[in-house]
């Protein structure tokens, strides 16, 4: 089988960029859909790693924050999770699944992960959470404002093993979705 053109792998980018963007713009002025438009945004950054492109996949992901910036009007706030771990993540997934074949390996890629994900959970706590929803930390349930870290460290780590373990399922459906395209 030949080898796909590089025009093919700038067209394939350039629709995941222009969904993604679409998404994360669309989930900064919903405020219900933020969490929506960054998934709908992984799926789309998705789409070039699964014909292995990843420098594609890497500049849609540039471009899809450069736009949603620009479309957003300069609030950092609403992307920069997206900017921190969400776009980048799927392609981490995708350099662990080709490269990485030792299993001690993959459970040290997956706390490195992991340790990433709860920081970047808590800069999205202290930077997008507080300000833009107004939760106040002080009128929040006591529980969690005692042991905020725990929380997040814990759970954060319990979540993020759901979370990528789902991921990977996905970044298969849409390997298998975009092997029917015949290029």
């Known amino acids: 089988m030949k080898r796909p053109s590089q025009s ?6 350039a629709i995941a960029c222009a969904v993604a963007a679409v998404s994360l713009t669309l989930g900064s002025y919903v405020d219900f ?31 899809a924050s450069l736009l949603a910036f620009l479309f957003c009007g300069f609030a950092i706030f609403q992307v920069l999770p997206f900017l921190v771990f969400f776009g980048l993540h799927p392609m981490l997934n995708w350099l662990q699944s080709r490269y990485v074949k030792k299993f001690s390996l993959q459970v040290l890629c997956f706390f490195v992960k992991a340790l990433w994900f709860d920081l970047a959970m808590w ?61």
Not at 8 to 13: D, P, Q, T, V
Not at 33 to 62: E, H, N, Q, R, T
């Open 33 to 63: 859909l933020l969490a929506a438009g960054y998934l709908f945004a992984i799926f789309a950054l998705m789409v070039p790693l699964s014909k292995d492109y990843l420098w594609g996949s890497l500049l849609a992901f540039v471009g």
């Open 8 to 13: 093919f792998e700038i067209a394939l980018s």
């Open 123 to 183: 800069l999205m706590w202290a930077v997008v959470l507080v300000p833009i929803f107004g939760i106040e930390s002080a009128t929040w349930y006591p529980f969690v404002v005692q042991y905020f870290y725990f929380v997040l460290f814990i759970g954060g780590t319990v979540f993020f093993a759901a979370y990528d373990y789902m991921l990977f399922l996905c970044q298969r459906s849409v390997n298998l979705a975009v092997k029917r395209i015949r290029r």
